[in-house]
């Protein structure tokens, strides 16, 4: 089965402050994406990359910024934390374009104080 | 609005009982829809797709899709506790050339033993 690692499984944040939140793959799937869940909201994409070097924004990018240096690893950056960036994070990757299913990882919990 | 409606919010059926899930999406060009799973704690886990009129059915789990009424149903017969979790229903479109899911804001099943 795909595996997609998230890390850290949580963190405690402080407003203002940097958070970078990372993402490994082992499936050589080319497309990876993050994904927020909140309560009432479903999964919301932020950003997601095809290829190395090069990523693309979803439909809330505002606040996060997302790097992809390698095919396995995809990070989320959030340069200056704010108390409604407080959501559990979802990591995903899939083989390509079609009518592909997400492989997600388990999840981090982040909270803002 | 969002893109995929899910109802209802939330279902609690007894063990053994049928479970019955309801997605809507607003979009006619939706094409393509997936039911995912997520236990607590966890990620998202695909269940199942359909990407054709009619039914499909995997062990307990029976998904229906009528394309005219841009309806999609899954159906648990013979529900577990193990069954416990959040549902969601997700579509996607080809001429979004990215191929982006679309998720909807979920349904909690609990299955009382």
């Known amino acids: 089965e795909a595996a997609v690692t998230q890390s850290p499984r949580s963190k405690v944040a402080v407003t203002g402050g940097k958070v970078t939140l990372s993402c490994h793959q082992t499936n050589n799937h080319d497309y990876m994406y993050w994904y927020r869940q909140d309560t009432g909201h479903g999964l919301r994409l932020i950003h997601y990359s095809y290829v190395a070097d090069s990523t693309e924004k979803g439909d809330i990018p505002d606040g996060y910024k997302a790097s992809r240096p390698s095919q396995e690893n995809f990070s989320l950056i959030l340069e200056l934390a704010s108390l409604s960036q407080t959501a559990v994070y979802f990591c995903?990757?899939?083989?390509?374009?079609?009518?592909?299913?997400?492989?997600f990882g388990s999840g981090t919990r982040l909270t803002v104080l | 609005q969002q893109k995929v409606q899910q109802s209802p919010e939330s279902l609690s059926v007894p063990e053994g009982g049928m479970a019955s899930l309801n997605c809507t999406s607003s979009d006619r060009n939706f094409q393509y829809f997936w039911w995912y799973r997520q236990h607590s704690g966890e990620g998202p886990k695909a269940l199942m797709?359909?990407?054709?009129?009619g039914d499909k059915k995997e062990g307990r789990f029976t998904a229906h899709l009528n394309k005219a009424s841009l309806h999609v149903s899954l159906h648990i017969r013979d529900s577990q506790p193990s069954d416990s979790a959040l549902y969601f229903c997700a579509a996607t479109q080809a001429s979004s050339g990215s191929w982006q899911l679309i998720f909807g804001s979920g349904t909690q099943l609990t299955v009382m033993p």
């Open positions: 995903a990757s899939r083989p390509g374009l079609g009518a592909e299913t997400l492989y």
């Open positions: 797709s359909i990407f054709s009129d």
